[in-house]
T-cell receptor, first 111, second 120 residues
Framework: NAGVTQTPKFRILKIGQSMTLQCTQD?????MYWYRQDPGMGLKLIYY???????DKGEVPNGYNVSRSTTEDFPLRLELAAPSQTSVYFC??????????FGQGTRLTVV | AQKITQTQPGMFVQEKEAVTLDCTYD???????LFWYKQPSSGEMIFLIY??????QNATEGRYSLNFQKARKSANLVISASQLGDSAMYFC?????????????????FGQGTILTVHP
């Protein structure tokens, strides 16, 4: 069972560049989430989705965009990367009432 | 609005003793779930325990138990017989299930975390 797969695991971006963090799950979960975690801090919700075609903003959506065209995939797009977006990004998915399964995380550095 | 609060930035416990990690929450939705996750220094998120808002009994999973006090809106994690491997960051989280018609349907929100250090 693959669970939640995030790619890439590491990435260095230059200021102003763009990139997409990929997240896919094979558990047919409706709910998917993107978080960022700064060093020593908690997880802050960026965007979430309750099903294909439906997305909503979390606590810190500025500078990010998402789409959910299929149940399996929930990519996170960073436009015009800034140093403040240096963080570890986690994707998660869950079915109704069940635990959330997390990807291994993407460590992003913007220089 | 959904909110999760962990007021203990760090906790210390002696090996083999019990420790309680505090978590309070705020929601207007009558149907919600409460979770605890462990994040060791390697960074992965490990699910520990779950409590539904309508569950009559406190959840238990091995050495982990959740002290659920609904009226006080608290969901404290109790770890019994602490082990050195329990040293990690611990997060409380909540999901609303939308039966109250709130705007946070499906949102999964985490607290700030508590760093637990177990001393030998």
């Amino acid at each position: 069972n693959a669970g939640v797969t995030q790619t890439p695991k590491f990435r260095i971006l230059k200021i102003g560049q763009s990139m997409t963090l990929q997240c896919t799950q094979d558990m047919n979960h409706n709910y998917m989430y993107w978080y960022r975690q700064d060093p020593g801090m908690g997880l802050k919700l960026i965007y979430y989705s309750v099903g294909a075609g439906i997305t909503d903003k979390g606590e810190v959506p500025n500078g990010y965009n998402v789409s959910r065209s299929t149940t399996e995939d929930f990519p996170l797009r960073l436009e015009l990367a800034a140093p403040s977006q240096t963080s570890v990004y986690f994707c998660a998915s869950t079915g109704r009432g069940a635990e959330a399964f997390f990807g291994q995380g993407t460590r992003l550095t913007v220089v | 609005a959904q909110k999760i609060t962990q007021t203990q930035p760090g906790m210390f416990v002696q090996e083999k003793e019990a420790v309680t990690l505090d978590c309070t929450y705020d929601t207007s939705d009558p149907s919600y779930g409460l979770f605890w996750y462990k994040q060791p220094s390697s960074g992965e998120m490990i699910f520990l325990i779950y409590q539904g808002s309508y569950d009559q009994q406190n959840a238990t999973e091995g050495r982990y138990s959740l002290n659920f006090q609904k009226a006080r809106k608290s969901a404290n994690l109790v770890i019994s017989a602490s082990q050195l491997g329990d040293s990690a960051m611990y997060f409380c989280a909540m999901r609303e299930y939308g039966t109250g018609g709130g705007t946070s349907y499906g949102k999964l929100t985490f607290g700030q975390g508590t760093i637990l250090t177990v001393h030998p």
